[in-house]
């Protein structure tokens, strides 16, 4: 999906510049000029690939990640909004609603240039706004009779690393802990392949920061799991305070009533680079308690939903389809999911799927916001 991904830019980028150079031409802009605006977007279009080329976490590695990842937004933007334009210049030749005198033409069409340039900067500029600080979602689901009520935070898809830096994980602590939770759950893809170790302490630091009752649980998702790191990233995670459950379950909550019982999948992605399936949910519970107690699944990806459902799940937290993240994507991760985000239901198993606190690429979000969800578990 990735190397489809990478042609997809490349094509979309090539077919923008050669447009760009053709819709230029005529009075008012010159040759050198028209050559001069492509060659510069040329460039920009490099920062992208340059940026997963070169590793390193320095202030200009960041500098070139920011700019690359936002003029793949920008890109993104400025070729809906081109075909926004195509589409109503097809349909005025049929309906005539604007004309235009032949001799303003060229200016028309320079004028056009601007606008979409201005309006993908405008669209990624808020997209990057909508980022900074997610809002929290509160959601309230029955619980059985019998469970004491109890608040858990889901979080997922951080992407911590080059572009989400400590603070930002810092700010994300300050709304957990504004949440008050008893347990917080984080859904895979914390760290991203561009994580820094160095920023293991400052991490760590925020996390500590949090004391729910029933601890800070955790499971690896596809990006942990990126170049083989599924190891090295679990031990991180681990030293920045998170119990990882990785095709294992845990017992949590005996102390205070609500007796639960975790359980977390490694990610579907993991056979890719390790060679090995994980384990079915069969056989994580086989020698788990058998006493009724509430199960709840930490999944990154939301497939094969209906394996919860049959071994008695009473709630599933996912993440990984962030939505789509920008505009239209969320309509292809749509049809891809039985459940691309928010909350559903097979039997009396609960799903809830979070488009995320974080975002992968661009830190531009055009199809939804970043969230934290407050789930309250409200015995009938």
Known sequence: MFVVFIWGYVFLNIGLI???????????????LRLG??????VFSLAFPAARWFEGNGFWMKALTFTGTFCLSMVLHAVLVWILVDAFRLLNRYFHWFSIAPERRVQWRHRCCAGIAGAALLLSGGGWINTQYPVIREVKLPAPAGTAPFRIVLVSDTHLGRLASPAFFNRLVDSIESASPDLVLFAGDILEYDFDSSDVAATAAALQRLKPRLGIWAVLGNHEHINGRGGLNKRLLMQIGFRVLVDEWAETGEAHGEKLLLIGRDDLSSRYFTGHERKTLDKILADAPKDGRLKILLDHQPYHLAEAEAAGVYLQVSGHTHNGQLFPVNWVVATIYENAHGHSMRGSTNYWVTSGAGTWGPRVRTSGRAEIVAIDLVPQ
Not at 18 to 32: D, I, K, M, N, T
Not at 37 to 42: E, G, K, M, Q
């Open 18 to 32: 050669v447009r760009l150079y053709f819709a230029l031409r005529g009075p008012g802009v010159s040759r050198p």
């Open 37 to 42: 605006l492509c060659l510069l977007a040329v």
